[in-house]
T-cell receptor, first 114, second 115 residues
Framework: AQSVSQHNHHVILSEAASLELGCNYS??????LFWYVQYPGQHLQLLLK??????LVKGIKGFEAEFIKSKFSFNLRKPSVQWSDTAEYFC????????????FGRGTSLIVHP | GAGVSQSPSNKVTEKGKDVELRCDPI?????LYWYRQSLGQGLEFLIY????????KSGLPSDRFSAERTGGSVSTLTIQRTQQEDSAVYLC?????????????FGNGTRLTVT
């Protein structure tokens, strides 16, 4: 079974600071990788995903993530955060075959001060 | 279009009572998932339905938990003889298919409080 680790549980930044949230997974096979975001009072929604091709993927609102297979990592980045990026961020992994059931990390709470 | 709808949004129940949580997925989505989120924890997988296949129940924490999906659409998660540790936000999600990184579309969840 796969597992996902998000090392930063709480991150506090000022506007315009750069962001990098770590995500590591353990699984022996090919995977699909996701970042989901939950803004205050809203439901979880997809931020970006990777399933093949260019390991650097771009998502909504200026976010990007890089899949480094050798490190089993899929870190989320944004060069300059905004107050509106305050949210909970979840990394998820699903096997490319079999059940495809995504496994989620514990989430990272990001607070951006104006 | 309409997203995933869950009801009720909040449920307070006494320990030992049964509860039913409902999920109405996006029309045409063949895959349906139930997760729960406890305070400070990630999303814990509970059960997965894919089309007419037998559900994957591997995440259900005990036999007090069950779920069904009628007509390939609406799903109900039932918790019998609720315990305080069942308090959590129960999330339902649907997706178009299970392959090729098909993303999940989540509902707003049902916050269950067992007193």
């Amino acid at each position: 079974a796969q597992s996902v680790s998000q090392h930063n549980h709480h991150v506090i930044l000022s506007e315009a600071a750069s962001l990098e949230l770590g995500c590591n997974y353990s699984y022996g096979g090919t995977v699909n990788l996701f970042w989901y975001v939950q803004y205050p009072g809203q439901h979880l929604q997809l931020l970006l995903k990777y399933f093949s091709g260019d390991p650097l993927v771009k998502g909504i609102k200026g976010f990007e993530a890089e899949f480094i297979k050798s490190k089993f990592s899929f870190n989320l980045r944004k060069p300059s955060v905004q107050w509106s990026d305050t949210a909970e961020y979840f990394c998820a992994v699903s096997p490319s075959g079999g059940s495809y059931i995504p496994t989620f990390g514990r989430g990272t709470s990001l607070i951006v001060h104006p | 279009g309409a997203g995933v709808s869950q009801s009720p949004s909040n449920k307070v129940t006494e320990k030992g009572k049964d509860v039913e949580l409902r999920c109405d997925p996006i029309s045409g989505h063949t895959a349906l998932y139930w997760y729960r989120q406890s305070l400070g924890q990630g999303l814990e997988f509970l059960i997965y339905f894919q089309g007419n296949s037998a559900p994957d129940k591997s995440g259900l924490p005990s036999d007090r938990f069950s779920a069904e999906r009628t007509g390939g659409s609406v799903s109900t998660l039932t918790i019998q003889r609720t315990q305080q540790e069942d308090s959590a936000v129960y999330l339902c999600a649907s997706s178009q298919s299970r392959g090729r990184g098909s993303p999940l579309h989540f509902g707003n969840g049902t916050r269950l409080t067992v007193t």
